[in-house]
């Protein structure tokens, strides 16, 4: 029976299922391990199933020499050195697809909640500040057919997509790739190039993937070339936007708002972010439903377990093996 590793707190039905296949340590802690307790950890491992916050690099590939696959709970893998992977003979997997609808509606949450002003006026009114109702008090911004720009138009950005059907908006987006007509057509989206994109959104989400190409994607450059009533939404990765830059821009309010639910550092956080009344913040909880967390955990499993039963796991991303 191989050893395999769950490097973190998971559901159960998720370590019952592993036991079925598996002899599993299971580091029921909802904490990361370092590197030196993941490699300690990993020793004669033959898989594990592993969280954002595990680094799988160079390194620690050559420590653990019997390792043959690592799993993600997660979408995103810039936690994985892929080509490390590759180069060492294990085969890595993510959990696309399952999580698409729980991250469109988390950036929809953001959008609202800037625009409104939600977060501001909650934390006002709690303070006791409201005397009664005035006409003038809480100004927002129309969603409603305002223009939606998205920046990476994947899975999840096509999801955040339909979804402005019910506010009446224009939809511009920009990838690399621009989508099949049928797509842009059933997403109402309209392709542009990036610096059209940037002038045109008056609510712009980044949906990329973070790779050494998309860093800093969105720096002071960008953000210069955006409307000054605009909102800028990150449900992707910290890294993507220069945090730097962008809080100066909140504080100059070179753009009005924006929403974030992940930082370059996180889960540290520049404290000035916590200083601006235009920003709403949240803690990397873009795919946290219980349902879809429940979905990930076992994709990840299942892809654990069709690797060491010697069959292609189904979200393989070496390009290598097939
Ligand atoms: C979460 O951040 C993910 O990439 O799935």
Not at 18 to 46: I, S
């Amino acid at each position: 029976m191989h050893k395999v590793l769950v490097t973190r707190a998971v559901f159960e039905p998720v370590v019952e299922r592993l036991r079925q296949h598996f002899e599993v340590d299971y580091h029921a802690v909802d904490a990361p391990l370092t590197p030196d307790e993941l490699v300690k950890k990993l020793a004669g491992k033959a898989g594990a199933l592993t969280m954002p916050t595990d680094r799988i690099d160079a390194p620690l590939l050559a420590a653990c020499p019997q390792l043959r696959v690592v799993c993600n709970s997660a979408v995103g893998y810039n936690n994985f050195d892929l080509d490390a992977c590759s180069r060492a003979g294990v085969m890595a997997t993510n959990t696309p697809g399952v999580l698409d609808d729980t991250t469109a509606d988390i950036a929809w949450s953001l959008i609202l909640a800037s625009a409104r002003r939600i977060v501001a006026a909650d934390k006002w009114l709690r303070a006791g500040h409201w005397e009664g109702w005035k006409f003038k008090d809480w100004l927002g911004t129309d969603v409603h057919h305002a223009t939606l720009g998205i920046l990476g138009m994947g899975r999840i950005g096509q999801a955040i997509a339909r979804r402005a059907a019910g506010f009446s908006m224009r939809v511009i987006y920009h990838n690399r790739r621009r989508l099949a007509e049928a797509s842009e057509r059933e997403c109402n989206a309209t392709w542009l190039t990036k610096n059209e994109l940037l002038r045109n959104a008056d609510f712009l989400v980044l949906m990329l993937p973070y790779t050494p190409e998309s860093h800093h994607a969105i720096g002071a450059a960008e953000l210069a070339l955006m409307k000054p009533t605009a909102h800028l939404f990150n449900v992707a990765r910290g890294g993507i936007v220069d945090d730097a830059a962008l809080i100066e821009a909140l504080q100059a309010r070179r753009i009005a708002g924006a929403g974030l639910d992940v930082f370059e550092a996180e889960p540290e956080l520049d404290p000035r972010f916590f200083t601006l009344d235009n920003v709403v913040l949240t803690p990397h909880i873009g795919s946290a439903s219980s349902a879809t967390r429940m979905k990930m955990a076992l994709l990840a499993a299942d892809n654990l377990i069709a690797a060491l039963s010697g069959d292609k796991p189904p979200n393989l991303l070496n390009a290598f093996i097939d």
